[in-house]
């Protein structure tokens, strides 16, 4: 799967497909750490074998080529990073994909959550970490951006990298708690590097609205569509 392979607006698509084949999109009524009530919840603990995580991987890949040939991103990245633990396999996935399919020889570091002081040590794994690394970073969905500010400084103090940006699976386009701004936006303007996502939810409410289950009824009726609006009405940032 390569970005060539997609015309505008049909990655969101299907990316939304595949977050519902695999059980990583659900509707109903979810109460999320933020401690709002929302009628969609995702869940990357969905990603649970090889296929899915191959998978998910390829489009995260698919995300970073189209934002390479944008000048989103730099062409070169030494590594992609995953902070632990749900990182980890995307960035695993990410920089096999990005080799297997775009031709990017990409290395992958995650950190440890406690330093470790015997056998190989210290407190990342795979590519370590130098002076002068375009170091690029992936997790799954963003509501606050706690982890983006916890695991920044740990990059800079292990050597002088620059952050070239950081990539999500789903931007709930949320605002934060203190802010009318989103997360994604509140990390932007903090940090000084480019977040964006596979998909935002407005585009995976919009491509869902069209699909059928399989006994062809809507997979979004009327009620949780409004439900939905109502709730980013609400929160949306």
Do not use: C
């Not at 296929?51 to 934002?67: D, K, P, Q, V």
């Not at 989103?182 to 609205?209: L, M, T, Y």
């Amino acid at each position: 799967m390569t970005q060539t392979q997609y015309e505008a607006g049909s990655m969101q698509e299907e990316f939304t497909r595949f977050l519902l084949d695999a059980g990583a999109l659900k509707f109903g009524s979810f109460t999320l750490k933020s401690g709002r009530q929302s009628p969609y919840f995702i869940n990357a603990g969905s990603f649970n074998d090889g296929a899915r995580i191959a998978r998910l991987g390829e489009y995260y890949a698919a995300t970073i080529a189209a934002a390479q040939e944008q000048g989103v991103l730099p062409e070169h990245i030494d590594t992609v990073f995953g902070p632990a633990y749900k990182g980890i396999p995307l960035a695993v996935s990410t920089s096999m994909a990005l080799a297997a399919r775009h031709g990017q020889n990409v290395g992958y570091t995650f950190d440890r959550k406690e330093k470790k002081d015997h056998g190989d040590g210290g407190l990342f794994v795979g590519t370590q970490l130098e002076d002068g690394m375009s170091v690029l970073m992936v997790d799954d969905v963003m509501t606050a951006g706690t982890a983006v500010r916890e695991v920044v400084p740990k990059l800079k103090a292990a050597a002088d990298v620059n952050i070239v940006g950081l990539v999500l699976s789903v931007d709930r386009m949320e605002k934060t708690k203190d802010s009318d701004k989103s997360a994604v936006q509140a990390v932007h303007e903090e940090f000084g590097f480019p977040v964006f996502a596979i998909a935002n939810v407005r585009e995976i409410f919009d491509a869902a609205s069209t699909m059928r289950a399989a006994d062809g009824s809507s997979l979004i009726g009327d009620e949780l569509r409004a439900e939905a609006q109502r709730y980013l009405a609400t929160y949306g940032a």
